[in-house]
């Protein structure tokens, strides 16, 4: 094995426990963390006319809105808010997949700072502790 692939593997391992290891409110942190991160991949991508990689990293965030939206628990009231949210955007995704739309990127990646954000003050209002996810 080289020192590389070593490398790659205890990474790979300490991504794995660190997800294994987050409570329920870290592991939805890092959903929204990642929604981003595949927002600003799909972003350069579109720039660079990277149609594919533009493609598979809005698949990619459709994905976690998806899942986002499978999980929520509709005994709440605040759910439905999420829900209308969640539609929202996964509607705004696949137009931006549509027609590789820089603007509709930039608009989605804002709401999703917002929300990122926003939950990170729940989080800490309910006194969970928010460590670097």
């Known amino acids: 094995m080289s ?3 070593a490398k790659q593997n205890a990474y790979a391992q300490y991504k794995n426990n660190k997800i294994l290891g987050a409570s329920g409110p870290e592991l939805t942190l890092m959903l929204y963390d990642g929604a981003i991160k595949f927002l600003n991949i799909a972003d350069l991508a579109i720039e660079k006319k990277d149609i594919q990689k533009a493609h598979d990293n ?3 965030t459709e994905r976690i809105i998806e899942y986002l939206r499978n999980t929520l628990d509709m005994k709440y009231p605040v759910a439905q808010d999420f829900e ?3 539609v929202y955007i996964a509607r705004r995704l696949v137009e931006a997949n549509v027609g590789k739309d820089r603007e509709i990127i930039a608009e989605l990646n804002g709401h999703m ?3 990122r954000d926003t939950w990170i003050g729940v989080m800490k209002a309910n006194n969970i502790p928010v460590k670097d996810v």
Do not use: G
């Open 58 to 60: 809005i698949i990619k």
């Open 113 to 115: 700072h917002a929300i």
């Open 84 to 86: 209308n949210m969640y």
């Open 3 to 5: 020192i590389l692939s």
